[in-house]
């Protein structure tokens, strides 16, 4: 795989069909569009603006600069793939893969979470202090995650197609001669029953819909790791590797956001946490980090 690599990164760029190439364009375009209200409302946070901010003493800690400052990379990172998608260019493989990864987990959740949270969400009772950040700011933030999610995560597809469809599309039984490691296949199965338990116990049930969800992309890579150890005769490999692919990204990428929050003091959380989700979101990140290397193995 190595020299397969090696030689997607240096071969030239092959177009994809008219109708396929103006799609992937078009979707490349909507995500750089649809990431610039971000982006500038993280630049004018950076040079000290408070637009947006009702509680004068919010985000004016260290760590919420760096947090902003570590976002503000994340959007840089969504322009620098809409630029690759739109182009049609093939930088090495990882500088396209390890963003895409970490895009897929933390706005794939989000895709996900968007209608449960908006139906779910309680309604600000009367005499409550007000939130410290705006509503419309919450409003712009999330239609802008949700339309680069809506057109990042396709226009990515569609470029892998057409610069990896040939190697990803050959059925499963051609990799069932190497074995899948039993350690990640049961780690990931317990993580997922311990998400399950604690997402059914939560009192909240915004909060436990999210524990839940993070418990079903685990089972979905679990199948796929079985897939690819049965070698399912039929079913193409990229099947299985998005699976693993999308569950192992969220469980890393929104494993470590609430390490952060839960273990760094911040402005965006009430008080140290209980164990429980401390545990259980490092067993995410460990058992994620493992999918990705099976990912890395069998691509």
């Not at 400052?69 to 630029?83: I, R």
């Not at 239609?143 to 470029?159: D, N, Q, R, W």
């Not at 051609?174 to 997402?199: D, E, M, N």
């Amino acid at each position: 795989m190595t020299a397969l690599r090696t030689a997607h990164t240096h071969a030239a760029p092959t177009h994809p069909g008219r109708r396929t190439g103006r799609a992937q364009r078009s979707l490349a375009v909507g995500a750089a569009v649809l990431a610039i209200p971000y982006f500038a409302l993280k630049v004018v946070w950076l040079s000290g603006s408070r637009i947006g901010i009702q509680d004068a003493d919010f985000g004016r800690s260290v760590v919420m600069h760096v947090l902003n400052g570590a976002t503000l990379g994340l959007d840089l990172a969504v322009f620098a793939l809409a630029f690759v998608f739109y182009r049609g260019v093939r930088p090495p493989t990882p500088l396209v893969t390890a963003p895409m990864w970490i895009g897929y987990g933390l706005l794939g959740q989000i895709l996900l979470l968007i209608v449960p949270s908006a139906l779910l969400q309680p309604a600000p009772s009367e005499g409550a202090a007000p939130e410290p950040i705006a509503g419309w700011v919450y409003a712009v933030v999330y239609t802008g995650f949700c339309g680069i999610g809506l057109c990042l995560l396709p226009a990515f597809a569609l470029y892998a197609r057409n610069r990896w469809g040939q190697d990803w599309s050959r059925p499963l039984k051609s990799l069932a001669k190497r074995p899948v490691p039993r350690v990640t296949t049961g780690l990931t199965a317990i993580v997922v029953l311990a998400l399950t338990g604690y997402g059914a116990t939560r009192g909240e049930l915004l909060d436990g819909i999210g524990w839940l969800t993070d418990a079903a992309l685990g089972a979905l890579a679990v199948l796929a790791l079985l897939a690819l150890a049965r070698g399912m005769t039929g079913l193409p490999r990229w099947t299985a590797l998005l699976a693993m692919f999308a569950g192992s990204g969220a469980w890393v990428a929104w494993g470590v956001y609430s390490l952060v929050l839960e273990l760094v003091p911040n402005d965006l959380t009430s008080g140290p946490s209980s164990a429980a989700p401390v545990i259980l979101n490092a067993a995410k990140v460990v058992a994620g980090l493992a999918l990705a290397r099976m990912i890395r193995r069998r691509a």
